[in-house]
Protein backbone atom coordinates (compact mmCIF):
# COMPACT_ATOMS: atom_id res chain seq x y z
CA UNK A 1 0.00 0.00 0.00
CA UNK A 2 0.83 3.58 -0.52
CA UNK A 3 0.44 6.94 1.85
CA UNK A 4 1.06 10.08 0.28
CA UNK A 5 0.29 12.85 2.50
CA UNK A 6 -1.43 15.78 1.04
CA UNK A 7 -1.84 18.82 3.81
CA UNK A 8 0.19 18.77 6.78
CA UNK A 9 2.07 21.31 8.84
CA UNK A 10 5.10 21.42 6.99
CA UNK A 11 6.31 20.74 3.35
CA UNK A 12 8.99 18.21 1.47
CA UNK A 13 9.39 20.86 -1.25
CA UNK A 14 8.77 24.11 -1.76
CA UNK A 15 5.86 22.92 -4.76
CA UNK A 16 4.01 21.41 -1.87
CA UNK A 17 1.94 23.98 0.44
CA UNK A 18 2.35 23.54 3.78
CA UNK A 19 -0.71 24.36 6.28
CA UNK A 20 -2.12 23.85 10.03
CA UNK A 21 -4.30 20.15 8.89
CA UNK A 22 -3.81 17.32 7.79
CA UNK A 23 -4.74 15.08 4.90
CA UNK A 24 -3.73 11.92 2.94
CA UNK A 25 -4.21 9.94 0.06
CA UNK A 26 -4.80 5.91 0.91
CA UNK A 27 -3.85 3.10 -1.78
CA UNK A 28 -4.70 0.25 -1.36
CA UNK A 29 -4.24 -1.25 -5.09
CA UNK A 30 -7.56 -2.10 -4.26
CA UNK A 31 -8.79 1.32 -3.21
CA UNK A 32 -8.07 4.79 -3.46
CA UNK A 33 -9.55 6.61 0.13
CA UNK A 34 -8.64 10.22 0.90
CA UNK A 35 -8.18 10.41 4.71
CA UNK A 36 -8.99 13.96 5.93
CA UNK A 37 -9.32 17.32 4.05
CA UNK A 38 -6.87 19.64 5.69
CA UNK A 39 -8.07 23.18 6.69
CA UNK A 40 -8.27 24.79 3.48
CA UNK A 41 -10.22 23.50 0.31
CA UNK A 42 -7.69 25.80 -1.75
CA UNK A 43 -4.41 24.46 -0.68
CA UNK A 44 -5.83 20.70 -0.54
CA UNK A 45 -6.73 20.72 -4.04
CA UNK A 46 -3.54 22.95 -5.12
CA UNK A 47 -1.68 20.17 -3.88
CA UNK A 48 -4.05 17.46 -5.36
CA UNK A 49 -2.92 19.04 -8.80
CA UNK A 50 0.65 19.39 -7.73
CA UNK A 51 0.95 15.88 -6.79
CA UNK A 52 -1.37 14.51 -9.89
CA UNK A 53 -4.04 13.81 -7.70
CA UNK A 54 -7.35 13.24 -9.86
CA UNK A 55 -10.10 13.81 -7.30
CA UNK A 56 -12.19 11.36 -9.33
CA UNK A 57 -9.72 8.87 -9.05
CA UNK A 58 -10.60 8.40 -5.06
CA UNK A 59 -13.60 6.46 -3.99
CA UNK A 60 -13.73 6.96 -0.47
CA UNK A 61 -13.23 9.69 1.82
CA UNK A 62 -12.64 8.88 5.45
CA UNK A 63 -13.48 11.99 8.39
CA UNK A 64 -11.72 11.35 11.61
CA UNK A 65 -13.09 13.68 13.09
CA UNK A 66 -15.13 17.51 11.89
CA UNK A 67 -12.60 19.80 13.53
CA UNK A 68 -11.86 22.75 11.10
CA UNK A 69 -8.34 21.16 10.26
CA UNK A 70 -9.48 17.88 9.17
CA UNK A 71 -12.40 18.95 6.99
CA UNK A 72 -12.02 22.57 5.75
CA UNK A 73 -11.09 21.34 1.90
CA UNK A 74 -14.36 19.19 2.58
CA UNK A 75 -16.78 21.52 0.45
CA UNK A 76 -13.92 22.21 -2.29
CA UNK A 77 -13.33 18.00 -2.86
CA UNK A 78 -16.68 17.50 -3.13
CA UNK A 79 -17.07 20.20 -5.67
CA UNK A 80 -15.08 18.17 -7.71
CA UNK A 81 -16.12 14.65 -7.09
CA UNK A 82 -19.83 14.21 -5.77
CA UNK A 83 -19.51 10.29 -6.11
CA UNK A 84 -17.38 9.75 -3.30
CA UNK A 85 -19.09 7.90 -0.37
CA UNK A 86 -18.19 9.57 2.74
CA UNK A 87 -17.74 7.33 5.58
CA UNK A 88 -18.14 9.78 8.87
CA UNK A 89 -17.75 9.34 13.01
CA UNK A 90 -21.22 9.30 14.08
CA UNK A 91 -21.35 12.82 15.01
CA UNK A 92 -20.25 14.55 11.72
CA UNK A 93 -23.91 15.57 10.69
CA UNK A 94 -25.24 18.08 7.88
CA UNK A 95 -22.90 16.97 4.89
CA UNK A 96 -25.40 18.89 2.25
CA UNK A 97 -24.44 16.68 -0.86
CA UNK A 98 -25.67 14.12 -3.14
CA UNK A 99 -22.88 11.71 -2.22
CA UNK A 100 -23.16 8.52 0.18
CA UNK A 101 -22.90 9.16 3.54
CA UNK A 102 -21.94 6.52 6.26
CA UNK A 103 -21.80 6.77 9.93
CA UNK A 104 -20.07 4.37 12.45
CA UNK A 105 -19.78 3.74 15.86
CA UNK A 106 -17.73 1.07 16.48
CA UNK A 107 -14.99 -1.31 15.03
CA UNK A 108 -16.15 -1.83 11.51
CA UNK A 109 -14.90 -3.14 8.15
CA UNK A 110 -15.46 -1.34 5.16
CA UNK A 111 -13.86 -2.93 2.61
CA UNK A 112 -11.69 -6.23 2.83
CA UNK A 113 -8.79 -5.65 4.71
CA UNK A 114 -9.92 -2.51 5.26
CA UNK A 115 -11.29 -0.93 9.17
CA UNK A 116 -12.52 2.14 10.91
CA UNK A 117 -12.14 1.84 14.31
CA UNK A 118 -15.88 3.77 14.71
CA UNK A 119 -16.02 6.91 16.30
CA UNK A 120 -14.19 7.04 20.00
CA UNK A 121 -15.01 9.02 22.99
CA UNK A 122 -17.39 10.87 21.06
CA UNK A 123 -14.89 12.46 19.37
CA UNK A 124 -12.65 11.02 16.62
CA UNK A 125 -12.18 7.54 14.35
CA UNK A 126 -9.57 5.89 12.99
CA UNK A 127 -8.67 4.23 10.06
CA UNK A 128 -6.61 1.10 9.42
CA UNK A 129 -5.54 -1.72 6.74
CA UNK A 130 -4.19 -5.16 6.58
CA UNK A 131 -1.05 -5.42 4.91
CA UNK A 132 1.31 -9.03 5.02
CA UNK A 133 2.95 -7.80 7.79
CA UNK A 134 0.62 -6.09 10.26
CA UNK A 135 -2.14 -3.25 10.29
CA UNK A 136 -1.20 0.38 9.34
CA UNK A 137 -3.06 2.68 11.31
CA UNK A 138 -3.92 6.18 10.09
CA UNK A 139 -4.76 8.74 12.80
CA UNK A 140 -6.05 12.47 12.40
CA UNK A 141 -5.23 14.14 15.89
CA UNK A 142 -5.34 10.49 18.32
CA UNK A 143 -7.75 13.04 20.81
CA UNK A 144 -8.82 9.61 22.13
CA UNK A 145 -5.53 8.08 23.04
CA UNK A 146 -3.55 6.19 20.65
CA UNK A 147 -3.71 3.36 23.44
CA UNK A 148 -6.86 3.45 23.01
CA UNK A 149 -6.96 3.67 19.33
CA UNK A 150 -4.44 0.65 19.19
CA UNK A 151 -6.61 -1.37 21.15
CA UNK A 152 -9.24 -0.70 19.30
CA UNK A 153 -8.81 -1.87 15.98
CA UNK A 154 -6.19 -4.93 17.14
CA UNK A 155 -9.94 -6.80 17.15
CA UNK A 156 -8.81 -7.22 13.20
CA UNK A 157 -4.42 -8.06 13.76
CA UNK A 158 -1.51 -6.27 15.36
CA UNK A 159 -0.73 -3.23 14.15
CA UNK A 160 2.61 -2.53 12.06
CA UNK A 161 2.78 1.12 11.44
CA UNK A 162 1.25 4.75 12.42
CA UNK A 163 1.29 7.90 10.67
CA UNK A 164 -0.62 10.54 11.63
CA UNK A 165 -1.04 13.26 14.40
CA UNK A 166 -0.17 11.63 17.76
CA UNK A 167 -0.99 15.03 19.62
CA UNK A 168 0.59 14.98 23.10
CA UNK A 169 0.98 11.29 23.27
CA UNK A 170 3.63 10.65 25.52
CA UNK A 171 3.59 6.85 26.22
CA UNK A 172 6.35 5.84 23.99
CA UNK A 173 6.57 2.17 25.30
CA UNK A 174 3.15 1.53 23.52
CA UNK A 175 5.34 2.39 20.15
CA UNK A 176 8.24 -0.35 20.95
CA UNK A 177 6.70 -3.04 18.10
CA UNK A 178 5.87 -1.00 15.95
CA UNK A 179 8.49 -1.15 12.34
CA UNK A 180 7.29 2.22 10.84
CA UNK A 181 6.47 5.61 12.73
CA UNK A 182 5.43 8.49 10.94
CA UNK A 183 4.11 11.84 13.21
CA UNK A 184 2.64 14.31 11.25
CA UNK A 185 0.19 17.83 11.73
CA UNK A 186 -0.41 18.26 15.97
CA UNK A 187 2.39 15.57 17.07
CA UNK A 188 3.64 17.62 19.59
CA UNK A 189 6.90 15.14 20.79
CA UNK A 190 8.16 14.05 16.98
CA UNK A 191 11.93 14.87 18.83
CA UNK A 192 11.32 12.37 21.09
CA UNK A 193 9.76 9.94 19.23
CA UNK A 194 12.70 10.41 16.58
CA UNK A 195 15.45 10.03 19.22
CA UNK A 196 13.53 7.11 21.07
CA UNK A 197 12.78 5.09 17.70
CA UNK A 198 15.60 6.38 14.93
CA UNK A 199 15.53 3.21 12.88
CA UNK A 200 11.42 3.44 13.11
CA UNK A 201 10.71 6.88 12.57
CA UNK A 202 9.55 8.41 8.93
CA UNK A 203 9.72 12.48 8.77
CA UNK A 204 6.22 13.36 7.44
CA UNK A 205 5.00 16.58 5.52
CA UNK A 206 2.87 17.43 2.78
CA UNK A 207 4.17 15.70 -0.36
CA UNK A 208 5.44 13.02 1.12
CA UNK A 209 5.16 9.10 0.06
CA UNK A 210 5.35 6.19 2.15
CA UNK A 211 5.29 2.41 1.05
CA UNK A 212 3.83 -0.08 3.29
Aim: hydrophobic share 35%; proline share 4%; aromatic share 8%.
Amino acid sequence: MRITIIYDNTSVNDKIIADWGFSCLVETGEKRILFDTGGNGEILMKNMKTLGIDPLSIEDVVISHPDFDHIGGLSHFLNSNNTAILHNPVSFRGVKYSNVVKFYSKPTEIYPGIFLTGELDSREQSLAVKTKDGLVLIVGCGHPGISKIMRTIEIFGSVYAIVGGLHGFDDYNELCDLKKICPTHCTVHKAEIKSLFPKQYLEGGAGKQIEL
